[in-house]
């Protein structure tokens, strides 16, 4: 085809030397290149001495294709001209994407008839429900500790000293995760929800502590805190170090994977820090302003009858343990048993990184090429379809010579 689709040049009209008068100069083709089917059927493949020849189109299907087969874009099969819009980092997918959906509408006036805007594919519909549901489980979680500290506190002001530790220790790890460059996604709102439930710890342990001096010793409030805090400092340091070196070395994973488990760590590592800051900060001033004597001796009916049966409770646990412990090798079935049953929970788990919230979108990229199969017949040379499903509008050539 490079050889018999050229272009052949015989001369020019009006070249040197010139004539006097002479306005323009013409050059003579006596060959162009090829630009119609018919034209391309014609291209000679070979030749014999008796005068018999194979053309191009004896052997295969000719068509004007495209200029540059690096892409096509056909929407439910339909031709379409597609683009996309990419995000730059730290980019609100939510705001572009209704930003671009604002332009398409105000352009919708200018298209030609028969023409229209389709969006394909869109992924902000998906962050905003995902975004939803995290807020939905944020204020379940709110919701949840509020009433595990109303039944084991048993005082609204003993609830309301680690219930204000929840916005402030949010409101700072969200001033942390914008100073580090991150925003709120799904993963960082994934973690908030995981620290509320630990962030109250350090505020119920400091409040409780207060309490116990209060009833124990007969102490005021600002006594009771000032010796509770001398007690437990110590320890609130050491439960945040324990959970730092849990959640920190996830901030250190490499690839992709530690991409997207760092924005996690840093917001678990932010708010543990945090609410440690305002259980030694915060929680005992408010300890010693809010805490009463009265609360604590005077509980009402139900909260008396929960704390009995858990008196009662704690009492079954515990000589439960002395038991075991007097017959330490009746606990080794135990233990294999609860050995067992984790091992048999792990093996059901799946062990790709594939969140549930994965969308299951699937994307490919497929090429054509041109299959040559050997000779199957006497004086043929090849085999020619096209790869892929054999159809009957195109079926396969033979070249023979």
């Given at each position: 085809m490079q050889a018999q689709n050229t272009t052949v040049s015989v001369g020019a009209l009006g070249s040197q030397p010139t004539v006097p008068g002479q306005q323009?100069?013409?050059?003579?083709?006596?060959?162009?290149?090829?630009?119609?089917?018919?034209?391309?059927?014609q291209i000679l493949l070979k030749t014999e001495a008796g005068g018999g020849a194979v053309r191009l189109g004896d052997v295969a299907q000719i068509e004007i294709g495209q200029e540059r087969y690096g892409s096509e874009s056909l929407y439910n099969g339909q031709p379409a001209s597609g683009f996309g819009v990419n995000l730059e980092t730290g980019a609100n997918a939510v705001e572009t994407s209704a930003r671009v959906r604002g332009t398409l509408d105000r352009l919708t006036a200018a298209l030609p008839a028969g023409l229209e805007f389709r969006i394909a594919y869109d992924?902000?519909?998906?962050?905003?429900?995902?975004?939803?549901?995290?807020?939905?489980?944020?204020?379940?979680?709110?919701a949840l500790v509020v009433l595990v500290l109303v039944v084991f506190l048993q005082s609204w002001r003993a609830t309301l000293v680690p219930l204000i530790t929840v916005p402030v220790v949010l409101l700072g790890?969200?001033?942390?995760?914008?100073?580090?460059?991150?925003?709120?996604n799904t993963l960082t709102m994934f973690a908030m929800v995981l620290a509320i439930g630990l962030l109250v710890d350090d505020a119920i342990v400091v409040v409780e502590n207060v309490e116990r001096l209060m009833a124990d010793e007969g102490l005021p409030a600002r006594e009771a805190t000032a010796r509770s805090m001398r007690q437990i400092t110590q320890a609130l340091v050491g439960i945040n170090v324990v959970l730092a070196a849990v959640f920190l070395p996830m901030a250190f994973f490499p690839g992709s994977t530690g991409v997207i488990y760092r924005q996690f760590s840093i917001t678990m590592v932010s708010a543990m820090a945090l609410s440690l800051l305002?259980?030694?900060?915060?929680?005992?001033?408010?300890?010693?302003?809010?805490?009463?004597q009265s609360d604590i001796h005077h509980r009402f009916a139900p909260a008396r009858w929960f704390n009995a049966g858990l008196a009662r409770f704690t009492g079954f646990y515990g000589a439960s343990v002395r038991q075991s412990l007097r017959a330490p090798v009746l606990m080794?079935?135990?233990?294999?048993?609860?050995?067992?049953?984790?091992?048999?929970?792990w093996g059901r788990m799946t062990s790709s990184f594939i969140p549930p919230e994965d969308q299951g979108v699937l994307m490919t990229f497929i090429r054509l090429d041109l299959v040559v199969h050997p000779a199957r017949g006497p004086g043929?040379?090849?085999?020619?379809?096209?790869?892929?499903?054999?159809?009957?509008?195109?079926?396969?050539?033979?070249?023979?010579s």
């Amino acid at each position: 085809m490079q050889a018999q689709n050229t272009t052949v040049s015989v001369g020019a009209l009006g070249s040197q030397p010139t004539v006097p008068g002479q306005q323009f100069t013409a050059t003579i083709t006596a060959q162009s290149q090829l630009g119609s089917v018919e034209e391309f059927e014609q291209i000679l493949l070979k030749t014999e001495a008796g005068g018999g020849a194979v053309r191009l189109g004896d052997v295969a299907q000719i068509e004007i294709g495209q200029e540059r087969y690096g892409s096509e874009s056909l929407y439910n099969g339909q031709p379409a001209s597609g683009f996309g819009v990419n995000l730059e980092t730290g980019a609100n997918a939510v705001e572009t994407s209704a930003r671009v959906r604002g332009t398409l509408d105000r352009l919708t006036a200018a298209l030609p008839a028969g023409l229209e805007f389709r969006i394909a594919y869109d992924t902000s519909p998906f962050v905003e429900l995902s975004i939803r549901q995290v807020e939905h489980t944020l204020i379940e979680a709110v919701a949840l500790v509020v009433l595990v500290l109303v039944v084991f506190l048993q005082s609204w002001r003993a609830t309301l000293v680690p219930l204000i530790t929840v916005p402030v220790v949010l409101l700072g790890t969200l001033a942390v995760l914008y100073a580090a460059g991150y925003s709120i996604n799904t993963l960082t709102m994934f973690a908030m929800v995981l620290a509320i439930g630990l962030l109250v710890d350090d505020a119920i342990v400091v409040v409780e502590n207060v309490e116990r001096l209060m009833a124990d010793e007969g102490l005021p409030a600002r006594e009771a805190t000032a010796r509770s805090m001398r007690q437990i400092t110590q320890a609130l340091v050491g439960i945040n170090v324990v959970l730092a070196a849990v959640f920190l070395p996830m901030a250190f994973f490499p690839g992709s994977t530690g991409v997207i488990y760092r924005q996690f760590s840093i917001t678990m590592v932010s708010a543990m820090a945090l609410s440690l800051l305002v259980a030694v900060i915060l929680s005992p001033p408010m300890s010693a302003r809010l805490l009463r004597q009265s609360d604590i001796h005077h509980r009402f009916a139900p909260a008396r009858w929960f704390n009995a049966g858990l008196a009662r409770f704690t009492g079954f646990y515990g000589a439960s343990v002395r038991q075991s412990l007097r017959a330490p090798v009746l606990m080794l079935p135990v233990l294999a048993l609860i050995l067992g049953g984790a091992w048999a929970i792990w093996g059901r788990m799946t062990s790709s990184f594939i969140p549930p919230e994965d969308q299951g979108v699937l994307m490919t990229f497929i090429r054509l090429d041109l299959v040559v199969h050997p000779a199957r017949g006497p004086g043929c040379a090849h085999d020619i379809h096209p790869a892929g499903p054999r159809r009957s509008s195109r079926p396969r050539t033979r070249v023979c010579s």
